[in-house]
């Protein structure tokens, strides 16, 4: 029987406890597990390998992003650093311009001494997208909705032209989630999340996933999963699959919140520039309505002010906090230049369109009408003297 999003986010991977009928899926407290003779054993030998309870995680990951395999990691980023271990010195990766900072630094400042390479491109432009691709390119990594601009890629397309050119592509499914985008349904061949953000969703524990319909895939990198260790603990695996199981109610209110949220600051008159793909002006709007269920709960904007003014704006609020990472059920913004984006050089993120005075917001689930009001008392106090001032 084919079970719909919610009964699989609640159900996959957690039976009852047969021992107790606990509800509640255990935690799995155990790092090594005794063998009935030297090499067998009853499916776990040592929890760096295998844990019931990270088990139970990546089978319901796997559920909800309607893939055959999942894989779950401390991090994020030891997600991503798990994709880049199946690279070797002289392979070639196609990547978009705009995207997560820490995901920038470890392509640029680790593997590419390693000897591997990567070309930044316009990912919304097919042709440019085409046209970086080499005899050597083995991946081509998107995020989409990017990482702070919200640029939006036709991720079929995408997939097609690397399937023509032989290689692999990874699309980082973080802000749109399961709940919204599907992109191993649209083409890709390994989705990335950072489990730390919506997924989890009350911003308590670090985590990340790598998610694939090819067993291939699977076993490889199942083998540096492994090999490396960066895997979750039982107990933040416990908190990730409590996340799941309420991720589509909270998304749905995340959207909705930042639909009101980004339709207010589009009116504002201190705002320069909205990046938010669910604004009719959004230059793939039509892109996202079609990818998309929904259109996510980020939102960046530019003020009418200078740098230094936007960066005091982020004092100035109340019910926002000031912080890094993003998709809890608390409201968050930054600074993306000197915050999540700081490792990207100066002139790379101007490049890009990452202007100094961005602010990057993380749409929470308090009430939309209190979020707004709290804007609308902190754009209040912000200066936009006339030289200051940008066209929109």
């Known amino acids: 029987m084919a079970y719909g999003f919610n009964t699989r986010a609640i159900h996959a991977g957690q039976p009852n406890d047969p021992g107790t009928g606990s509800v509640t899926f255990p935690i799995y407290q155990t790092s090594t597990y005794g063998q009935e003779e030297p090499g067998v054993h009853k499916g776990f030998c040592y929890s760096r390998t295998d844990n019931p309870s990270r088990r139970a995680l990546e089978e319901n990951l796997a559920a909800i992003e309607g893939a055959q395999y999942g894989l779950a990691f401390a991090s994020g980023m030891a997600a991503i650093n798990t994709v880049l271990n199946t690279l070797k010195a002289g392979d070639h990766v196609v990547t978009c311009r705009d995207l997560y900072g820490g995901a920038y630094r470890i392509f640029t400042k680790l593997y590419s001494k390693f000897g591997v390479q990567f070309t930044f491109v316009d990912a919304t432009n097919l042709e440019d997208v085409e046209a970086a691709f080499r005899p050597a390119t083995k991946l081509l990594w998107l995020e989409t909705p990017s ?59 670090l985590g990340g996933a790598l998610l694939t319909d090819s067993k291939e895939l699977y076993e490889n990198l199942k083998f540096f999963q492994n090999a490396v260790g960066a895997v979750p603990g039982p107990q933040d695996c416990f908190l990730v699959l409590r996340g799941t199981k309420t991720l589509a109610l909270r998304m749905e209110r995340h959207c909705a919140n930042t639909r009101a949220v980004a339709r207010w600051l589009a009116e504002h008159d201190k705002i320069a520039k909205v990046y938010y793909p669910g604004l009719p002006n959004h230059p793939q709007h039509e892109l996202a309505r079609r990818q998309m269920k929904d259109f996510g709960a980020m939102v960046s904007f530019e003020l009418k002010a200078s740098a230094d003014e936007a960066k005091r704006f982020t004092s100035h609020v109340k019910l ?73």
């Open 147 to 205: 990482n702070p601009l919200l640029f939006v890629t036709d991720i079929a397309a995408c997939g097609k032209i690397a399937r023509r050119k032989g290689a692999l592509t990874v699309v980082d499914n973080t802000f749109a989630t399961p709940v919204l985008q599907r992109p191993l349904t649209l083409g890709a061949d390994i989705v990335v999340h950072s489990t730390t953000k919506y997924i989890n969703g009350h911003s308590d524990v």
């Open 320 to 392: 926002w906090t000031l912080a890094e990472s993003l998709g809890g059920v608390k409201s968050l913004l930054c600074h993306p230049p000197t915050m999540t984006h700081a490792s990207v050089e100066p002139d790379v993120r101007r490049r890009v369109g990452i202007a100094d005075g961005l602010i990057r917001l993380s749409v929470g689930l308090e009430d939309a009408e209190d979020l707004i009001a709290d804007l609308d008392q902190a754009l209040a106090r912000v200066r936009v003297g006339e030289s200051e001032k940008v066209g929109c």
